[in-house]
């Protein structure tokens, strides 16, 4: 069954660094862009970033520019997020999935449904 595993989430104070990583079992992995996203309490889940299948692209969400990269590793089916520079904005339950493209970086049903996702807490 294909899934998603999610890790290396964690409580940080402002400023402090995370990197969470995606586990994706299934051969869909390599042919597949993929993304983060996010979700804080009380509010919509939302697009953080995305890598296409070769890792030759990647987008991101204004609110991490220049503070968030992705990247990934094929050989160990394998998604990363490098978070840096973190503030209080950040907290949330990270997920990630496979997206449509990094231009059009939208949840597709590769994967089947959600993983559980990573709880990243930001103290001030």
């Known amino acids: 069954q294909v899934q998603l595993v999610e890790s290396g989430g964690g409580l940080v104070q402002t400023g402090g660094s995370l990197r969470l990583s995606c586990a994706a079992s299934?051969?869909?992995?390599?042919?597949?862009?993929m993304g983060w996203f996010r979700q804080a309490p009380g509010k919509e889940r939302e697009f953080v970033a995305a890598?296409?299948?070769?890792?030759?692209?990647?987008s991101y969400a204004d609110s991490v520019k220049g503070r968030f990269t992705i990247s990934r590793d094929n050989a160990k089916n394998m998604l990363y997020l490098q978070m840096n520079s973190l503030n209080t904005e950040d907290t949330a339950v990270y997920y990630c999935?496979?997206?449509?493209?990094?231009?059009?970086?939208?949840?597709?049903?590769?994967?089947?449904?959600w993983g559980q996702g990573t709880q990243v807490t930001v103290s001030s």
């Open positions: 890598i296409s299948w070769n890792g030759g692209s990647t």
């Open positions: 299934g051969r869909a992995f390599k042919n597949v862009a």
């Open positions: 999935n496979a997206v449509i493209s990094t231009s059009r970086p939208l949840a597709t049903a590769d994967f089947g449904s």
